[in-house]
């Protein structure tokens, strides 16, 4: 605990330090802040503020500027069209425009439009960022003065969930007397839900949110005791808006998968209620945390965690599916079981235009996680010198040090094509070996679709890392793993399918632009074991090398994304013998 405490300490220092001059500040001029703003999009902020500036030159309707002739300082134009042969002597902003640029054409700064299209920028001199939002911006006018307007957060996802009862709201405050919300259907849990009361209240210095939520799990066979009940409540106060300090408690009873970041709740429980295939595996956690959060808008924030928590193993039950229901479900492996405490700290940075199209800007997050406390192992393969930790059944001491990163970048190339990038690396950092439900696995849609998920015919297996060992449930075994992903994808129109150029009110529901997809990814798993430079897919690697390139797995593929829905096909390379993967998501792959 001591050791915790320590470590607590000096992150804490470091995020002051890092953090505590933006913060104050921010603090301080909170109540001028227009939180309505704070909400756009940075494009939308943006352009906001360059069309109200007092000496930017402003234009409702179409606006022509004629060769040869200049503007003076920034234009503004709303609705347009807007069409520039000549040289704006600043930046550009179209607002429900589209921009027509001539040949020879020049922006001396910026090019900002929002809900039009750009043509002519190969022609054209532009001088700083071209930046683009496709949505229009809803807007009223107060004088000459620009207000823009936000639509309530909307969330794509058609299996989204929704409170059923006694929801009375007002902007962002909320009051559920009774909320019910399902949790990601699967073969431990079957359908788990929550249920209980859950408030939020906006107020000047901050806000407060409040969920006090029962946890019933529907898997046969159910019985009243802690397998099929739990606890799930928390409480979180923000001091300051929209920067500011978040402060909150938790207190839980739940079943935590393995890896979560794979593939999101609803894709891994519709493929479980559906096709039988559960693409994650579980422990049980009940214990407490605090947290701490610096929060910079909704574009960046850093987050402390200490919990006192106990872990347990759960078995694999027997809910309901739609297909081969008569099959039985993958054993749910034996994890390591005890009681533990947690210091986790994570930073995330999140600068695209629009998360949920992610068309252009960075996406990343680090997760440092130290545990220490007494657990009893299950039996896993380990390095001849911790050997001793991963004997079955033996209790004994640990403590770990584990982190994760996960970086991507997404580029707009043209007004409809997409290159975007994304790495993601994690594992073992110091310590002890780490517990069975923090080591990795790769395969699968989620990561290398070209392979199998949990596949074990590989040799060397540098995807599960099993080593030969023949463990129920086939869990990952790596303790470190490496991913990079890359995919090119532009528009098409489908024509049946609703496409928000259209939008059409007749159109089926799959909301935004159909896309052709195609894509490549890399990646292996590894342990830390005897020195060498994984040379022909060695599963062992001395803790301070990396692999050797060559002994990546890799594949290709081609896909059609319809916005909530995308069907995927897959071929891995680096293993000739390996079939051809038909695969379906639900959701964007990164």
């Known amino acids: 605990m001591l050791a915790i405490v320590a470590n607590a300490t000096r992150v804490v220092t470091l995020a002051l330090l890092v953090l505590a001059h933006p913060v104050a500040h921010a603090l301080a001029a909170q109540n ?35 060769r040869g002739t200049s503007s003076t ?3 503004a134009v709303l609705n347009g069209p807007v069409t520039i042969a000549g040289t704006v002597n600043g930046t550009l902003v179209a607002i429900n425009a589209d921009v027509r640029l001539a040949p020879g054409a020049r922006i001396a700064q910026h090019l900002i439009v929002i809900g039009g299209t750009i043509t002519g920028q190969d022609s054209a001199t532009i001088g700083g960022e071209i930046r683009v939002q496709a949505e229009l911006l809803r807007y009223h006018l107060e004088g000459e003065k620009l207000v823009a307007e936000r639509d309530a957060a909307y969330d794509d996802g058609w299996w989204s969930r929704r409170s059923i009862r006694h929801e009375f709201r007002r902007g962002e405050a909320y009051t559920d007397f009774f909320y019910v919300a399902s949790r990601a259907y699967n073969r431990v849990e079957g359908w788990s839900f929550v249920a209980g009361p859950r ?14 939520f029962g946890v019933v799990r529907t898997a046969s066979p159910v019985r009243w005791d802690n397998r099929t009940l739990g606890h799930d409540a928390r409480i979180d106060v923000q001091l300051g808006k929209p920067w500011g300090l978040v402060l909150g408690a938790h207190v839980f009873d739940v079943v935590q998968p393995t890896e979560s970041w794979q593939l999101s709740d609803g894709e891994v429980g519709l493929s479980s209620a559906l096709l039988h295939r559960d693409y994650r595996d579980y422990y049980a956690r009940h214990g407490g945390e605090g947290f701490v959060r610096l929060q910079a808008t909704d574009e960046a924030d850093l987050t402390m965690t200490v ?35 947690l210091l986790w700290v994570r930073a995330r940075v999140d600068t695209r235009e629009k998360q949920r199209s992610a068309w252009s800007g960075w996406y990343a997050t680090f997760d440092w996680e130290n545990g220490t406390g007494t657990l ?20 004994k001491p640990v403590n770990y040090t584990r982190g994760m990163v996960d970086l991507r970048r997404y580029n707009r190339i043209s007004p409809h094509a997409f290159l975007n990038l994304r790495i993601v690396a994690g594992g073992w950092m110091s310590g002890d070996a780490l517990p069975l439900q923090k080591r990795m696995a790769l395969g699968g849609p989620g990561t290398l679709p070209g392979f199998g998920f949990r596949e074990t015919s590989l040799a060397p297996d540098i995807l599960n890392c099993s080593t030969g060992n023949a463990i129920s449930g086939t869990p990952g075994f790596c303790d470190r793993m490496a991913l990079a992903q890359v995919e090119l994808r532009s528009r098409f129109f489908s024509g049946i399918f609703r496409d928000d150029a259209g939008d059409e009110w007749w159109r089926p529901g799959l909301n ?8 490549a990814d890399a990646g292996r798993g590894w342990n830390v074991g005897a020195s060498n430079r994984g040379v022909n897919g060695s599963v062992n690697i001395d803790k301070d090398r990396l692999p050797d390139m060559n002994s ?4 290709i593929g081609i896909g059609l994304d319809f916005g909530g829905l995308g069907f995927y096909w897959a071929k891995a390379v680096s293993d000739a013998a390996e079939p051809g993967r038909f ?8």
């Open 32 to 66: 001028r802040a227009d939180e309505n703003g704070a909400r756009l999009t940075s494009v939308a902020r943006t352009a906001t503020e360059r069309y109200n500036a007092a000496p930017t030159t402003r234009a409702n309707g179409a606006f022509e500027l004629a």
């Open 376 to 395: 009893t192992s299950p039996a896993v393969p380990c390095a001849a010198e911790t050997l001793a930790l991963c004997i079955a059944g033996l209790t």
């Open 583 to 590: 695969f379906m998501r639900l959701e964007r792959r990164f």
């Open 73 to 75: 300082g920034d234009v």
């Open 512 to 519: 935004h632009e159909a896309q052709w997809v195609l894509f």
């Open 552 to 555: 990546f797995k890799r594949d």
């Open 307 to 341: 919990s006192a928590e106990t872990w347990d193993n759960v078995a694999a039950r027997n809910p309901w599916s739609l297909l081969r229901g008569n099959e039985a479900w993958r054993e749910n492996p034996l994890e390591a079981v005890g009681a533990m405490h």
């Open 199 to 212: 408030f939020r209240r906006i107020t000047d210095w901050g806000k407060i949110n409040v969920e006090t």
